[in-house]
């Protein structure tokens, strides 16, 4: 192995730009989602959460953990805007043996460390469970929630469209010219007051951190990221959605519609104008749409992939027995436990049905 081994550093920064020169300098691999940027963690951090950092190097390579510590219970850098957390680093054995140094660092600062919703079509859950067990952590991994996907493979919009379930596409034709559509692909601040009025107005609940979602929206316009869709019925916004389009991904981060404009379909109409945008003009290769069990995303998406939690504890620590204890009595209360293993299960595809 190349390089010798330095002391992992891990602690609390009121910032995180420790992370802005690894990424940058291409020392911990590549951020492959909003989420895994620098900039999107200190948005986390700017709404009260402690980062903790973990990071080990070497010579040529880094690893880092962007995490959260409550009362000893270690938990990802994260809140419910994220569809993913991930580690950040280099692909290979290198970045794998300076995981499982930041997973033995660990062991001093809490008994327990709990990782979720890891993704594994880039192999990230397997990568981190490994690391975590051969650390000498008990490690079980389950499922603990779905993503929708599409994959474009290359069709245009209306060959895409072809494929859309029968219901879906008579309503878009019955109802698209009672609503008139349009897609900001810039930060602008009255665009973005209708999407914040119409989504407080809609059937969904408040925003806890819409400042935070302001904040990232700016800066994913400034990067010419942003694709904010408006719906209009005589001049009222009626539906609003918040993509974001990023290294051939395009990613439904919010979508809210009034109930005064169900019977005119309006949240349709505005997806499939938004769907258009991101297959024909941006030319994307994938339509991330989050995470959840909605049924309606059944007929715009076309694949599903697993989302993992990673739960290791330290069994050297009496404290990890007691949560261990709890884990067990909790899930026999459960009508269908889940299924335990100390990695994600091989032999699928990274985009099979779950």
Not at 55 to 77: M, R
Not at 101 to 112: D, G
């Amino acid at each position: 192995m190349k390089g010798t081994l330095r002391v992992i550093e891990a602690r609390y920064h009121d910032r995180v730009n420790v992370l802005q020169e690894l990424i940058a300098n291409g020392s911990a691999g590549e951020a492959r989602a909003p989420f895994d940027r620098a900039e999107w963690y200190e948005l986390l951090a700017e709404t009260g959460l402690t980062p903790l950092i973990a990071i080990a190097s070497d010579a040529e390579n880094a690893a880092a953990l962007a995490l959260h510590e409550v009362n000893g219970h270690i938990t990802p850098l994260r809140n419910w805007y994220s569809f993913t957390w991930r580690h950040l680093a280099s692909d290979g054995e290198q970045g794998d043996r300076l995981l499982e140094q930041i997973a033995r660092q660990l062991k001093a600062r809490s008994h327990r460390v709990t990782l979720s919703p890891v993704p594994e079509e880039d192999s990230s859950a397997t990568r981190l469970s490994r690391a975590f067990a051969k650390a000498g952590w008990r490690v079980e991994v389950t499922q603990c929630d779905t993503n929708h996907v599409l994959h474009v493979q290359e069709r245009s919009f209306d060959e895409y469209w072809a494929s859309r379930p029968g219901r879906l596409r008579t309503t878009l034709k019955r109802k698209a010219r009672k609503v008139e559509t349009q897609i900001v692909s810039h930060f602008d601040p009255a665009s973005w007051d209708a999407f914040e009025a119409t989504y407080q107005a809609s059937w969904k609940p408040d925003e806890d951190q819409p400042e935070m979602l302001r904040k990232f929206a700016r800066e994913e316009g400034h990067a010419g990221r942003l694709r904010l869709g408006l719906a209009f019925c005589d001049e009222d916004p009626v539906a609003a959605q918040f993509w974001t389009v990023e290294a051939g991904t395009a990613y439904i981060h919010k979508l809210a519609h009034l109930e005064s404009a169900r019977k005119i379909s309006a949240g349709t109409t505005l997806s499939a104008a938004l769907f258009q945008h991101v297959i024909d003009i941006d030319h994307v290769e994938v339509v991330d749409f989050g995470t959840g069990t909605q049924s309606y995303k059944s007929d715009w998406m076309e694949s599903t992939r697993p989302r993992y939690q990673i739960d290791c504890l330290d069994l050297s620590s009496p404290r990890a027995w007691l949560d261990l204890a709890r884990l067990t009595a909790k899930r026999l209360t459960l009508p269908n436990p889940p299924a335990l293993a100390p990695c994600p299960p091989r032999g699928k595809g990274p985009d099979a049905e779950v």
